[in-house]
């Protein structure tokens, strides 16, 4: 499985972004496809993340300015999932990772605690204030 993010930059707080992360190879088993980001200094961090039936999972602090959706390809080529956020703020400033993970779990409260089998290349998102 190969994951490609894209969608980075630079933003004035306020301002909205969007990331993409597409999963190719062998993604017939993949359900989750996540977002972390990982500020300099911190840990990485939970964002959001949605399973193949729709659940999704988005950190509190993110909550309703972060949006999490996906589209699968029928043929099982590829899956894109995209993460819109809306009303940055410096904090949001932070490498952020898509992943990818097989798990046959579907409680949206492990979309949070997978420990995920594939991870994309971080793109930087940059907030500015």
């Known amino acids: 499985v190969q994951l490609q993010a894209s969608g980075g930059g630079l933003v004035q707080a306020g301002g909205s972004l969007g990331l993409s992360c597409e999963a190719s190879?062998?993604?017939?088993?993949?359900?989750?496809l996540g977002w972390y980001r990982q500020a300099p200094g911190k840990e990485r961090e939970f964002v959001a993340a949605?399973?193949?039936?729709?659940?999704?999972?988005?950190?509190?602090s993110v909550k309703g300015r972060f949006f999490i959706s996906r589209d699968d390809a029928r043929d099982d080529t590829k899956s894109t999932a995209y993460l819109q956020m809306n009303s940055l703020k410096p904090e949001d400033t932070a490498v952020y990772y898509c992943?990818?993970?097989?798990?046959?779990?579907?409680?949206?409260?492990?979309?949070?605690?997978?420990?995920?089998?594939?991870w994309g290349q971080g793109t930087q998102v940059t907030v500015s204030s």
């Open positions: 190879g062998s993604i017939g088993n993949i359900n989750a």
């Open positions: 992943a990818a993970d097989a798990s046959r779990v579907y409680d949206s409260f492990w979309l949070a605690h997978l420990v995920y089998d594939y």
């Open positions: 949605i399973f193949s039936g729709g659940r999704t999972n988005v950190t509190d």
